[in-house]
């Protein structure tokens, strides 16, 4: 099927290409749940496995998906460090609901929440998508029987994200996903700058953009945490693309230099504030931490933020509470630093401010949002590339936060800048455009890939 794909085949000829038994996937084996008890580093290389796995059955709303290229998304390091709770815990409950469901509660997970590739297979349930398609895949699967999925597709309660929820998912050389989980790939963007867009670009627009989060308006002053980072980096764009004023928070000299050239009004690094990377341990110092911040905001920026954009968690969540003005808004959608948030309530009670819980997005909001990059409006954040076979090295890179943006993963493509089928927006374009954080001084980059076609691929 590689063969086929890499060549060109039509999609009659893949259709009729026999499709391997087994195939390459980064999985956990349920064997390793307590491998970290009582260990301080939960070294994600030792917990993540690349190695064959039996190709599953397909639903008849499902397509069978030839990943091309994938990224790494926290929820894989979460995955694979066992916490809050072991995923199998989530396949488990979710083949309880029988059915297909019942394919997924394995003793293995395979993982991965981004995908960009060729749809290979279509069940016959499945209506507006054929087999030799290019797609990229949203991380949410919803039940489109459930009555809440139809006012909004992240209140049902069935909704779950795929690939940390479910198994099957992207870092591997197949998936298998919801007819209803696709959208067109940009026709201008390689396979990998695909893949890395979906779950943190659609997961900010949601919260900054969409009626479901802080609905952003022109003029609006926005605090980023963690803006180089995979969500921050596309929250930067966001804000700039719709009038707003982005100030992004960083931790070192180049991550504030990756932060200029997204085009980031005001960069502040931790440093200026005295809080480095220390979680602030007392009321008082998070007060103290949340008033330098928030004179150097108001002397740069003229005010104080209306949105706070926090996934980092316990680390911020206090300090967000506090500089968000008067009637402002914490948006959150993740806690990387830790769930257990503290703030004080009286500066969000007596200065009317709201807290938004946000969470992924639903398939409308990535649709509109995958839009823009067809226009031109939002790029990659792509800043290193690995192949399938280092995928722990790349999670570990993500673990250490030594990353910018986002990492890549080839998974079936041979080489990085493939997959590319509109050659004229690309150069419209440009490539240092829609490449802002590759190759960057002082920052981590992926061994070097080999072009040719890794050996054993079915």
């Known amino acids: 099927m590689a063969e086929a794909l890499l060549g060109g085949a039509s999609p009659d000829q893949l259709a009729r290409t026999a499709l391997p038994e087994e195939y390459l996937a980064a999985h956990l084996r349920v064997e390793d749940v307590d491998m970290f008890t009582d260990i301080e580093d939960k070294d994600v290389r030792k917990s993540l496995r690349v190695g064959r796995v039996a190709m599953p059955e397909l639903a008849p709303d499902e397509v069978l998906v030839a990943v091309m290229a994938s990224s790494i998304n926290y929820n894989t390091v979460w995955s694979a460090i066992f916490e809050?709770?072991?995923?199998?815990?989530?396949?488990?409950?979710?083949?309880?609901?029988?059915?297909?469901?019942?394919?997924?509660?394995?003793?293995?997970?395979?993982?991965?929440?981004?995908?960009?590739?060729?749809?290979?297979?279509?069940?016959?349930?499945?209506?507006?998508w054929r087999v030799g398609d290019h797609v990229v895949i949203s991380p949410v699967q919803v039940d489109d029987q459930e009555p809440a999925t139809h006012g909004d597709g992240m209140l049902g309660a069935e909704q779950r994200v795929w690939g940390f929820e479910t198994n099957f998912g992207g870092l591997a050389h197949y998936t298998v996903a919801r007819a209803s989980q696709l959208v067109p790939k940009p026709a201008h963007l390689t396979w990998e700058e695909a893949a890395s867009i979906t779950l943190c670009a659609g997961t900010a627009y949601r919260m900054l953009v969409s009626r479901q989060g802080a609905s952003m308006k022109q003029g609006d002053i926005v605090l980023i945490w963690g803006a180089t980072g995979g969500l921050g980096a596309y929250a930067v764009q966001m804000v700039?693309?719709?009038?707003?004023?982005?100030?992004?928070?960083?931790?070192?000299?180049?991550?504030?230099?990756?932060?200029?050239?997204?085009?980031?009004d005001i960069v502040i690094n931790r440093n200026e504030i005295g809080m480095g990377d220390d979680v602030p341990n007392t009321p008082e110092r998070t007060i103290e931490l949340g008033r330098r911040l928030g004179k150097?905001?108001?002397?740069?920026?003229?005010?104080?933020?209306?949105?706070?954009?926090?996934?980092?968690?316990?680390?911020?969540?206090?300090?967000?509470?506090?500089?968000?003005?008067?009637?402002?808004?914490?948006?959150?959608?993740?806690?990387?630093?830790?769930?257990?948030?503290?703030?004080?309530?009286?500066?969000?009670?007596?200065?009317?401010?709201?807290?938004?819980?946000?969470?992924?997005?639903?398939?409308?909001?990535?649709?509109?949002?995958?839009?823009?990059?067809?226009?031109?409006?939002?790029?990659?954040?792509?800043?290193?590339?690995?192949?399938?076979?280092?995928?722990?090295?790349?999670?570990?890179?993500?673990?250490?936060?030594?990353?910018?943006?986002?990492?890549?993963?080839?998974?079936?493509?041979?080489?990085?800048?493939?997959?590319?089928?509109?050659?004229?927006?690309?150069?419209?374009?440009?490539?240092?455009?829609?490449?802002?954080?590759?190759?960057?001084?002082?920052?981590?980059?992926?061994p070097p890939l080999d072009a040719p076609l890794v050996a054993g691929r079915a």
């Open 240 to 264: 700039k693309n719709g009038g707003g004023i982005p100030v992004g928070v960083v931790g070192s000299a180049a991550k504030a230099e990756a932060l200029e050239r997204l085009g980031c």
């Open 84 to 128: 809050p709770v072991p995923t199998f815990a989530f396949l488990k409950r979710f083949g309880a609901t029988g059915g297909f469901a019942t394919r997924h509660d394995l003793p293995y997970h395979v993982l991965g929440s981004d995908a960009a590739g060729v749809i290979v297979r279509a069940g016959s349930g499945v209506r507006r």
């Open 296 to 446: 150097i905001i108001r002397e740069r920026a003229g005010g104080d933020p209306h949105i706070v954009f926090d996934y980092i968690g316990r680390a911020t969540f206090g300090i967000s509470v506090f500089v968000a003005r008067r009637g402002g808004v914490v948006i959150t959608c993740g806690s990387s630093t830790g769930y257990d948030h503290h703030f004080d309530n009286r500066y969000l009670w007596m200065n009317l401010k709201r807290i938004i819980g946000s969470h992924a997005a639903n398939l409308q909001e990535l649709w509109e949002c995958l839009r823009l990059f067809d226009l031109g409006r939002l790029m990659p954040t792509l800043s290193s590339v690995y192949p399938l076979e280092e995928v722990a090295e790349a999670a570990r890179l993500v673990q250490t936060n030594g990353h910018l943006g986002k990492v890549g993963v080839l998974c079936m493509a041979p080489g990085p800048g493939l997959g590319v089928t509109d050659p004229v927006t690309r150069a419209r374009i440009g490539e240092a455009a829609l490449n802002p954080l590759r190759e960057l001084p002082g920052t981590a980059s992926a």
